[in-house]
């Protein structure tokens, strides 16, 4: 689907959950023949890229870079596979790199018991036990070669009119949003989601120092934007700024 002109989220990425599947929003730039993905989805998702890149009409070898937010299995799990379909070079922060390419061991991740009852406000704690093993399972990734390792952000990027790179840690110490002036929209990964009609920071029991992760959600609100995605939850279209902003103040 294409929300704005030049930026496109991938249809029929799903990841698992405690209430079953839920989409998750793998983003394209498409500018100038050329096509740059941010996030890779999880693991399995190179298929349902793939199959998008191919029904706008471009070829695999478009895709030129894979951005990586944050190095979370959801985000990172399709991208050995994707990189082996496209041959794209692959950019992620420093910090967060080593866990891509597994040089670093991931750190252990359990689903808290109250974003488990969110989704199942019944479940017994056999059933939870279940979620958590599933979602245990789920954390593998095949590692992927990282080509580039951004710096303390500001990195620009000369697709749609420009996007900037932000580093936005405390979600992970290397957390990215990507800023594109030219198009009034803040991609914020996981740092801010627009979920059940309002606007929420990090998921909590996933965010690793939430004190960084207030401090970055101030700095993005200073930033000007009518329209935000984040990985999770749905497409902002109107006074995100403004939603950011009020959610920054607390």
Same mark, same amino acid.
Request: glycine share 14%; aromatic share 6%.
């Given at each position: 689907m294409e929300i704005l002109p030049g930026v496109h989220l991938v249809d029929n990425v799903v990841m698992p959950g405690p209430g079953g599947v839920n989409p998750v929003n793998v983003g394209l730039l498409v500018d100038g023949g050329t096509i740059t993905v941010i996030d890779a989805g999880p693991p399995g998702a190179e298929k349902a890229i793939g199959d998008y890149v191919g029904g706008i009409g471009y070829p695999l070898t478009a895709v030129r870079r894979i951005i990586i937010t944050h190095h979370h299995v959801d985000h990172t799990g399709g991208l050995a596979g994707l990189v082996e379909l496209t041959g794209a070079e692959v950019w992620a922060h420093a910090a967060d790199a080593g866990f891509i390419d597994g040089s670093v061991p991931r750190p252990v991740l359990e689903m808290p018991e109250e974003r488990i009852?969110?989704?199942?406000? =019944?479940?017994?704690?056999?059933?939870? =036990?279940?979620?958590?093993?599933?979602?245990?399972?789920?954390?593998? +990734?095949?590692? +992927?070669?990282?080509?580039?390792?951004?710096?303390?952000?500001?990195?620009?990027?000369?697709?749609?009119?420009?996007?900037?790179?932000?580093?936005?840690?405390?979600h992970t110490p290397g957390h990215i949003c990507l800023y594109l002036p030219s198009r009034s929209l803040l991609i914020s990964?996981?740092?801010?989601?627009?979920?059940?009609?309002?606007?929420?920071?990090?998921?909590?029991?996933?965010?690793?120092?939430?004190?960084?992760?207030?401090?970055?959600?101030?700095?993005?609100?200073?930033?000007?934007?009518?329209?935000?995605?984040?990985?999770?939850?749905?497409?902002?279209?109107?006074? +995100?700024?403004?939603?950011?902003?009020?959610?920054? +103040?607390?």
């Open positions: 009852r969110a989704f199942l406000p =019944a479940a017994t704690a056999e059933e939870i =036990a279940v979620v958590r093993a599933r979602m245990k399972e789920f954390m593998r +990734a095949r590692p +992927a070669k990282v080509d580039l390792r951004l710096g303390g952000g500001g990195e620009e990027l000369s697709v749609l009119g420009g996007c900037r790179i932000l580093h936005t840690p405390g990964g996981d740092l801010v989601r627009y979920e059940q009609g309002r606007v929420a920071g990090p998921p909590p029991g996933f965010t690793e120092n939430p004190a960084e992760a207030a401090a970055s959600l101030r700095l993005v609100a200073g930033l000007a934007f009518e329209h935000l995605y984040g990985y999770h939850g749905a497409f902002l279209p109107a006074e +995100a700024g403004r939603l950011v902003g009020e959610l920054a +103040a607390g």
